[in-house]
């Protein structure tokens, strides 16, 4: 089993609609979740974090933690072409140990 | 600096040559982290430092591979005797690393070095 898990896609949504992207991670102790975004030939860019359980929401980003069912999704409104990108699902273990582990990432991609 | 830099951004080499990839990390960043990333892949960890200490380099392939931070700034990816399967994107990431701050944690990237073994 992988350590974080992400569905690879594409995810196709058209413009205007929700976009969920998901994550599962194997190490139930872990304490620190983050999203990135990258564009094509570009940086990973942290766009959030997420630490306790609940909804975090930034803008048009709700970041969504459930530790019992060891699961983080990412949410986006009134998805834009220009969200159109790969999403990273990032994972920091227990134990203050601060190796962070990345899934392979799920590609969007909206459709005007 | 306003953000994480690494040089050069493109290198290419022949195979059997040293190369030294360079990281020039956000101003009072305490960690920082190396990446390897394949197309259509997520990076791929290599080490990494707190100061200049390198707390862990499970991530790095062989003995090729080595990195240093010697001041606990600048960190330098070394590869020895070059190897096509070498060729990929390296990244470089920097975190404030604040214990017991949530946000220490975050880590931020450089545009990484383009890296081809001919």
């Known amino acids: 089993q992988k350590e974080v898990e992400q569905n690879s896609g594409p995810l196709s949504v058209p413009e205007g609609a929700i976009a969920s992207l998901n994550c599962t991670y194997s190490?139930?102790?872990?304490?620190?979740f983050f999203w990135y975004r990258q564009y094509s030939g570009k940086s990973p860019e942290l766009i959030m974090s997420?630490?306790?359980?609940g909804d975090k929401e930034d803008g048009r980003f709700t970041a969504q933690l459930n530790k019992a069912s060891q699961y983080v999704s990412l949410l986006i409104r009134d998805s834009q072409p220009s969200d159109s990108a790969t999403y990273l699902c990032?994972?920091?273990?227990?134990?203050?140990?601060?190796?962070?582990?990345f899934g392979t990432g799920t590609k969007l991609q909206v459709i005007p | 600096g306003a953000g994480v830099s690494q040089s050069p951004r493109y290198k290419v080499t022949k195979r059997g040559q040293d190369v030294a990839l360079r990281c020039d990390p956000i101003s009072g960043h305490v960690s920082l982290y190396w990446y390897r990333q394949a197309l259509g892949q997520g990076p791929e960890f290599l080490t990494y430092f707190n100061y200049e200490a390198q707390q862990d380099k499970s991530g790095l392939p062989n003995d090729r591979f080595s990195a240093e931070r010697p001041e606990g700034s600048i960190s330098t990816l070394t590869i020895q005797r070059t190897e096509q399967r070498d060729s990929a994107m390296y990244r470089c990431?920097?975190?404030?690393?604040?214990?017991?701050?949530?946000?220490?944690?975050?880590?931020?990237f450089g545009p990484g070095t383009r890296l081809t073994v001919l």
């Open positions: 990431a920097s975190s404030a690393g604040l214990a017991g701050e949530p946000h220490g944690n975050e880590q931020f």
């Open positions: 997420i630490y306790s359980n």
């Open positions: 990032a994972v920091l273990p227990s134990g203050g140990y601060q190796k962070v582990t």
């Open positions: 190490d139930r102790g872990s304490q620190s």
